[in-house]
């Protein structure tokens, strides 16, 4: 007991553990917090990722990608082809709009709405949008049934004739959307209900994910 005293003190004071004062218990302390956050946040998200969306193209057989935020949106990083004769290609580091893509749209839902708004208005006067999103107030539903149903998809749109697509977000330990997980396909030939086996996976997929990147379910993920 004397020693295991002399060691509990040292770690209290480098921060390791802490001792509650109403019931003497010890919990793990703000050091050993921070510890376990640096290493959270030195996951290589996109390796990660990668396999993850390796695991998803096995159990749907669709192309699965990968994109990440950038200044002006997102980026497609990684994909995966499907193992069937007739695929949609994604090619690596194409730029994506905000309004017109799956992952668009779910980075849209979820970064902060500063983050977004310049692009959403810029977007709303330059791009040849379909009509029930010509203003604001349009976008504004849109994204709101986003983060009801917990993804967004984009089926038929007139630029991209013949592909539809639905995205999923990934969270990370600070409850922030890192990455959009998408499922891409050939329209009908591709499930989109939101019900349906192909969108559940994506869902699931992408909550693994997020709770291998650290995400505790907080205000990111509502």
Known sequence: PSKAHRYLVSLIRSGLVEQDPLTSRYNLGPFALNIGLVAIDRLDRIRLGLAAISELRDEINETTALAVW???????????????PITVNVVTGTALDLLTSASGRVFAAWLPR??????????LKSLDLPPDLSSRADVDAL??????????????????????????PVFNFKNEI???????????????????????????????????????????GA
């Open 70 to 84: 950038s200044d002006n949106g997102p980026v497609i990083v990684r994909w995966e082809r499907p193992r069937r």
């Open 114 to 123: 500063e983050t977004v708004a310049p692009i959403i208005e810029r977007e």
């Open 143 to 168: 994204l709101a049934g986003i983060r009801r149903n917990g993804v967004a998809s984009v089926s038929g749109y007139h630029l991209v004739p013949g592909v539809e697509a639905v995205a999923a």
């Open 178 to 220: 890192t990455i959009a997980m998408l499922v891409v396909g050939v329209q009908g030939m591709f499930d989109m209900r939101l019900d349906g086996p192909v969108v559940a996976a994506l869902r699931r997929a992408a909550a693994d994910l997020s709770l291998r990147l650290g995400y505790t379910g907080g205000d990111g």
